[in-house]
């Protein structure tokens, strides 16, 4: 029996922001390798980046190095030094993982911008919404019997085995769920929007105080860069999840509203010859 799930407003703004994450990612990366190397604090410590990807010659060959912390790590072909046009090149992240592929960045900077703003938009108009219209109350605010430790447990447990939640249950997001979009929707993403405004000059001078919660533009920056990659893992979780417990029924109430569930044929009613035979 199909049911509704998702409403309208939620559908259109939930392709809107993985549209908008996706381009925001590949250009976010096509900017960090302008200078592919994180710090703390205000200023950047040429010297002492917690995370850098760069390249260098070994034996004859360009290799791709990356440092994160005192670690050092060979990762060419992936980090520092990947192919482009079939030779060996020093850049950060590989070309097929940045938007513009070459290595570009006031345009990675204009891509990179403009789908901030829309994300940003987006997301304001949902979380309003979501307070405004009850979907936060309704839908994902966890209940008290759910938040109880040993329901907690078992949700995870049945998600470590693969059971997922069936009949009038699948109508509903579980603990673990409302967990974890609360956590993406009301920490992650607006920890990637404050970051991205310490970034800017521009937005310090009308909210210097941003400087001061981050602790500095170069820590910013690194808080950005983190943030992006705990979505990255966020959906692909979500996907991962997505498939296991059933993809089209999953993509249809996300295109269409309307998901589709088990329902429990009516128990069958004692008949008088039934009745009549059990009295023998």
């Known amino acids: 029996m199909l049911v509704p799930r998702h409403s309208l407003l939620v559908r259109i703004t939930h392709w809107i922001n993985a549209f908008s994450l996706a381009l925001l990612l590949l250009s976010g990366l096509g900017i960090y390798n302008a200078h592919p190397a994180l710090y ?161 000059p521009g937005l310090d001078a009308a909210f210097p105080w941003l400087l001061d919660l981050f602790g500095g533009r170069q820590s910013a920056r690194s808080i950005h860069f983190i943030v992006a990659w705990l979505i990255v893992g966020f959906f692909l979780v979500h996907i991962v999840m997505v498939v296991l417990s059933g993809t089209w029924n999953n993509i249809r109430s996300m295109l269409t509203g309307r998901y589709a569930i088990e329902v429990e044929p009516p128990a069958a009613t004692p008949t008088a010859s039934d009745a009549s035979a059990g009295l023998h």
Do not use: C
């Open 40 to 200: 703390w604090g205000q200023q950047s410590h040429f010297d002492r980046p917690w995370l850098a990807t760069g390249a260098a010659i070994q034996g004859g060959q360009l290799r791709g190095v990356t440092r994160l912390g005192g670690a050092q790590f060979d990762t060419t072909g992936v980090l520092g030094a990947s192919s482009v046009d079939g030779r060996p090149t020093a850049r950060g992240f590989p070309a097929w993982l940045t938007l513009p592929g070459p290595r570009h960045l006031s345009v990675s900077r204009r891509w990179h911008f403009f789908f901030a703003w829309l994300f940003a938009v987006n997301g304001a108009i949902y979380a309003l919404s979501a307070v405004l219209l009850g979907h936060l109350r309704r839908d994902l605010l966890p209940t008290a019997d759910q938040l109880r430790p040993r329901h907690v447990l078992q949700e995870i447990w049945d998600h470590a085995r693969l059971r997922f939640a069936r009949g009038e249950a699948a109508r509903h997001y579980n603990v673990l769920q409302k967990g974890a979009y609360l956590g993406a929707a009301f920490v992650l993403l607006p920890l990637m929007i404050l970051t991205g405004m310490t970034m800017s």
